[in-house]
């Protein structure tokens, strides 16, 4: 039986949902992603390492709420937490203590954070991050990633999917504002940063490129388009919406001795619920104050109905004062996850690369003489049809949950055995 078969089979009640699904919404969905052949399946509840479909199939899932879900599907602590708030009410539209906590712990566990902003989605971060370095440095450039992914802002939507010469989509104007440089390529980058200086008002980055492959930047990449930025008067955006609170208490950066003017937060800070965080260095932050500014001397950021809204405040919060508590987490999925790339390295007949930092990890299925996976370039280039399938397969045979071709997630809800499984 072929795996499309078994996972039709088994997946009855989603196939008559996603159909309804497909007459309202377009393609079924409402994130791309989400959609893959010949349907995806219809979650009805989740908790702990497991999504649980319309047809009963539990899932150990891998995709962890696009990665979000650090401590695993509605943990106990941030559910007791959510439920005394929605016994208060769970959306106020005005200045309410649970942001203030959060922030606390944001600022003591980020050094950079001396003032915050919060929206509630990631790619409204970015987008505000840009606008900010625009406005600060006067200059209209925005350098970025081959492949790297900001959300969904028309800042940032260039040269994220191979090949990255194309437009991403039809409707983005002004993309000539957006320069794109090779990733763990220093003397490439700077090539095009130098070209483009007079008028650079900053980098993103992410410290780590995760959807464009799992692949870690080195330190000496970094701190190379850091002094170029600083010496030009640009600014250095670093976006850990991803690896923020990922690996560590914190961020990524101080261990990689970084100095970013902005960084982006969003996913794990959220602890499930819908946010975006904005925060940096208080000069740069206090230029979006609007109070008794011209406009032409502000930045126009901070919008938004639910803005730190109470809900997602005390979720946040909740999962922060859990990873704070509980130290050995990131010890334990960090492990759990070096045991993954290892484990997964020696299968397939040594034809695949895993990479990764910490509890993420991808395999990468090489062809085309590909030995190393550095860039989106080259992760790009390995038989990304190979690796949908695999994650397909899983799906469709083992219970085993990722979105097919992207990179998994391991959070405090998984044991070692669960890695076991996976990689047999
Ligand atoms: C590095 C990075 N930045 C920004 C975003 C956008 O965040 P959101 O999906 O919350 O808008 C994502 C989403 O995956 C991301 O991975």
Known sequence: MS????????TKNSAKLFAKSLKLHVNGVSHNIRYYEPYPFVVKSSGGK???DVDNNKYTDYWMGHWS?????????VKESLKKQIEKSWMYGTVNEQTILLSELISKAVPVAEKIRYVTSGTEATMYAVRLARSVTGRKIIAKIDGGWHGYTSDLLKSVNWPFTESESSGVVNEEKIVSIPYNDLEGSL?????HAKDLAGVIIEPVLGGAGCI????????GIQEFVHKNKSLFILDEIVTGF???YGCLYPTMKLDPDIVT??????????IGVMCGKKEIMEYSNTVGKKKSERSYVGGGTFSANPSSMTTGYATLSVLKNGKSIYSKINNLGEYARKELSKSFDGK???????SLFMTHFVKDGITEVTNATQASMCDVKALRDYHFKMIAHDGIFFLPGKLGAISNAHEKSDIKKMIQ
């Open 69 to 77: 879900l650090i401590l695993g599907h509605a943990p106990s602590k």
């Open 50 to 52: 497991n999504l649980v």
């Open 352 to 358: 695949v690369i895993v990479t990764g930092k910490g």
């Open 265 to 274: 937060l969003g996913k794990i800070v959220g602890g499930g619920m819908a």
């Open 191 to 195: 090539q095009i940063l130098k070209k």
């Open 216 to 223: 870690p930047a080195t330190q000496d990449y970094l701190r």
């Open 3 to 10: 795996y499309i078969t078994e996972y039709k089979k088994k």
């Open 246 to 248: 990922r690996f560590r």
